[in-house]
């Protein structure tokens, strides 16, 4: 059965930093492109983060020069370190992997940034 996991949310000052983590079980993260999305309130849900099988990464411009996505193949996870943070990243932020035609979704974790 596939999981994802994400841990690592919380309430930070703006300027501040998160470690978020995606935990994956049933699949392998090195395999497959493991995407970061977020949704704020009222927002749809948009693409952050992205990194391949190859260990390529694509980010959104938003968040470009303040956000690294990396993965550890040994525990299995994807990591998103968010820096520099502001008051507009605020959101539930969602881990996913695509594989063989399947979507797959973490149950979400909050990060809130307060000015």
């Known amino acids: 059965q596939t999981q994802l996991v994400e841990s690592g949310g919380g309430l930070v000052q703006a300027g501040g930093s998160l470690r978020l983590s995606c935990a994956a079980s049933?699949?392998?993260?090195?395999?497959?492109?493991i995407t970061w999305y977020r949704q704020a309130p009222g927002k749809q849900r948009e693409m952050v983060a992205q990194?391949?099988?190859?260990?390529?990464?694509n980010y959104d411009d938003s968040v470009k020069g303040r956000f690294t996505i990396s993965r550890d193949d040994a525990k299995n996870t994807v990591t998103l370190q968010s820096n520099s943070l502001k008051p507009e990243d605020t959101a539930v932020y969602y881990c996913?992997?695509?594989?063989?035609?399947?979507?797959?979704w973490g149950q979400g974790t909050q990060v809130t940034v307060s000015s």
């Open positions: 996913h992997a695509y594989v063989r035609g399947w979507h797959y």
């Open positions: 990194i391949n099988s190859a260990g390529t990464t």
């Open positions: 049933g699949i392998t993260v090195s395999r497959n492109v």
